[in-house]
């Protein structure tokens, strides 16, 4: 952001108070709808660096948009004050709003129901001193609603979330440009309820060209990457998707994992599947067609344009061996093949490059160590996926797919009303989907995980504090045709 920040400048002819100046009308633009009734008491806490330069700012936009009750306290954060913050602070002189200066922080106390943070920016690199961690605390033991510029103030944007310092707990974020990595770890919740991206105007073919190897999925791009099916096409064209899956007492995995691969496009679906579970399948999906499990791998393995191997199969070791040795087609593993290569690491080690883990927190830790933070996890993560060449879907409220070089593709969507058995097993079905109707490995992964939350995102607008996995998976048809209307 600060390459981008000095791009604009130059290229533009803009001083940094005309940017800070978009910034705080990006952030009053999220403001008003977070916060619509302006008389509410609104108290904005302020260092003397940039990002107390966008409170002054801020402080005075919401005035002069009919905001009534509004005051702002600033700390000494920075020594002197920049030049931005001086320009704001004369700015906001020329207004009815208090400032006031924060003294002695024990003694500090208000009353205000809104507090806006703009005490540090995202550059911190380092705990807290015993001044802001004081006030912190203070903030944080109050009802208020705090609302945080950019970043909550002691939240370490990159790196490493050591869960003993002290950060703000913001109700929310309004982050410019970009959203902060550390966003997506689950540790942000301390900090954290919900973030908002705003444009402040930054140059995107600038941010676009910075070498990364954090990637953020957006709508635009998968509908970009779905393929229109031509007029003259049949099921053949979508390819034959083969689910290894479910075993005594479990075959609901199965199930789900070769419906979401129905609802998800595939031409056909096979599912290997107990002789006792022949009707259930046929019931519930009669599209899908079956496999007895216990033929084991003597099925003609170039009929089948991809593999989902591992949900509910249980412990069949000379059977999971025999399959992950000898496959050559597109392979997906989930659940119990995960947990089979975990305790089998030569069988790992084996696994010929391009195939899809889709392991959540406690699957990797088990296949690869455990790691102390999300960060952490995440590097070794990278640091797997080019040694073995495999694709990694590490399952989360924010999944990352991790690709063989080592890049990081976050997907975004999806939400906690999903937190329910059979979501990963969806998740691999559609994976497998989008391998067999011809999709390279990466392509696959960002469709069907982007495609997944959009489903779950799209029940939850609609008021169902609880999605379940085949409503979900009913779901996706529709989510598929919004992505590629025009």
Known sequence: ????????????????????????????????????????????????????????????????????DIEVGILQTS?????????????????????KYIGAVEEFTFSQ????????????????????????????QSPAEIIAVDCPTGFRCEGRLDPDEVAIKANEVISFQRPKLNFFFPESESA?????????????????????????????????????????SHKGTYGHVFIYAGSQGKAGAALLAAEASVYSGAGLTSVALPEHARLALHIRLPEAMFVDLHDQWK?????????????????????????????????VVDADGLN?????????????????????????????????????????????ARRRQLFIVLKNRYTFIIVPDGRVLINPSGNPAMASGGMGDALTGII?????????????CIIACFIHGRAGDMLRSKGNAVVPASSLIESLPQVLGELQSP
Not at 32 to 45: D, F, Q, T
């Open 79 to 99: 020594r002197p004050g920049t030049g931005e913050f001086g320009l704001n602070l004369r700015r906001l002189s020329q207004t009815p709003v208090t400032v």
């Open 113 to 140: 129901t809104v507090v806006i943070d703009a005490l540090l920016g995202s550059g911190i690199n380092r705990p807290l001193d015993a001044e802001l961690r004081a006030l912190v605390q203070i903030l944080n």
């Open 192 to 232: 954290l309820a919900r973030f908002h991206v705003v444009d402040i105007g930054l140059r995107e073919q600038f941010i676009e060209s910075l070498p990364s190897d954090y990637y953020l999925i957006e709508p635009r791009e998968v509908g970009r990457l779905l393929k229109r099916r031509s007029d003259f």
């Open 432 to 444: 497998a989907s989008f391998l067999a109707q011809g999709y390279r490995e990466e392509e696959a």
């Open 299 to 331: 099925v003609e393995e170039e009929k089948y344009s991809a593999i989902a191997f591992g949900p509910g199969l249980g412990d069949q070791p000379g059977f999971i061996e025999s399959v992950l040795d000898t496959t050559s087609v597109p392979l």
């Open 1 to 68: 952001m600060k390459l981008a920040e000095r791009d604009y400048m130059k290229t533009s002819g803009t001083e940094p108070v005309e940017l800070m100046e978009a910034a705080a009308k990006a952030f009053v633009g999220i403001f008003c709808g977070l916060v619509p009734e302006k008389s509410r008491a609104i108290l904005i806490l302020c260092g003397t660096g940039n990002n107390g330069g966008d409170g002054l700012a801020i402080a005075r936009l919401l005035q002069y948009s009919g905001y009534s």
């Open 340 to 384: 089979y290569l975990s305790s089998h690491q030569d069988v790992l080690m084996k696994l010929r490059p391009g195939c899809i883990l889709t392991p959540h927190m406690k699957e990797f830790d088990r296949l690869f160590g455990k790691s102390d933070s999300w960060f952490d996890r995440l590097e070794l993560a990278r640091a797997e």
